[in-house]
């Protein structure tokens, strides 16, 4: 295969995962960052914009091991990993599960705006080129979707299991009590870690 072509698939892999985060985040602090609608949930779920990209950023590893699957030696790594850059930028943001970055959500949109700079630089490349290709623009159209609905999806669920321990937490169950006393992704839900 050529090896171009390997590179603009692994180009539209990293932006499927990624591309969608500065729009989502955008979106919901526009929404939620709207002093009407301010409240402890809004400033929760803006909370939990970081958490979530970081998660985005390990179902990001998961697929890369998938695809290095069963071969993990550095000639495999090196043939299937055409574009390392992009990779390493893409493993980066599991940093953002450290409370220094946890703290800074705008780190976590400066460093998804390349994934989206490659589909806006797509569409101006289209709109000034008259005989580009317009399977390229479809292709970043497809991906921009799929990553949006990932990146709207994991805030979403991470909003919902807050809300279920803090339900639970209330009721004060016994494995609450437990679960609350150790762990280490319920920090996450800790009020000291949010502003």
């Not at 949930?41 to 939990?48: E, G, T, Y």
């Not at 317009?134 to 299991?161: F, Q």
Request: with cysteine; aromatic share 16%.
């Amino acid at each position: 295969m050529n090896s171009s072509f390997l590179a603009y698939i692994q180009k539209l892999e990293a932006m499927a995962f990624f591309s969608g985060y500065a729009l989502v985040y955008t979106v919901i602090l526009f929404i939620l960052g709207n002093r009407r609608l301010k409240g402890k949930l809004s400033d929760r779920v803006i909370s939990f914009l970081p958490a979530s990209y970081a998660l985005i950023s390990i179902l990001f590893l998961g697929f890369q091991l998938k695809k290095l699957y069963p071969d993990y030696s550095f000639e495999h790594i090196q043939f299937t990993i055409q574009q390392p850059f992009l990779v390493i930028w893409g493993l980066l943001p599991i940093a953002f599960l450290a409370p220094f970055f946890y703290k800074r959500p705008v780190l976590s949109l400066l460093h998804s705006c390349l994934f989206f700079y490659f589909v806006v630089s797509d569409l101006f490349f289209l709109a000034i080129t008259p005989s580009a290709d317009n399977n390229i623009v479809k292709n970043d159209m497809r991906v921009l979707a799929a990553s949006i609905i990932l990146n709207l999806a994991l805030p979403g669920l991470i909003t919902i299991l807050f809300l279920a321990f803090s339900y639970l937490k209330k009721r004060k169950p016994l494995f609450v009590k437990k679960l609350g006393s150790s762990g280490i992704i319920l920090g996450l839900f800790n009020s000291k870690n949010h502003k």
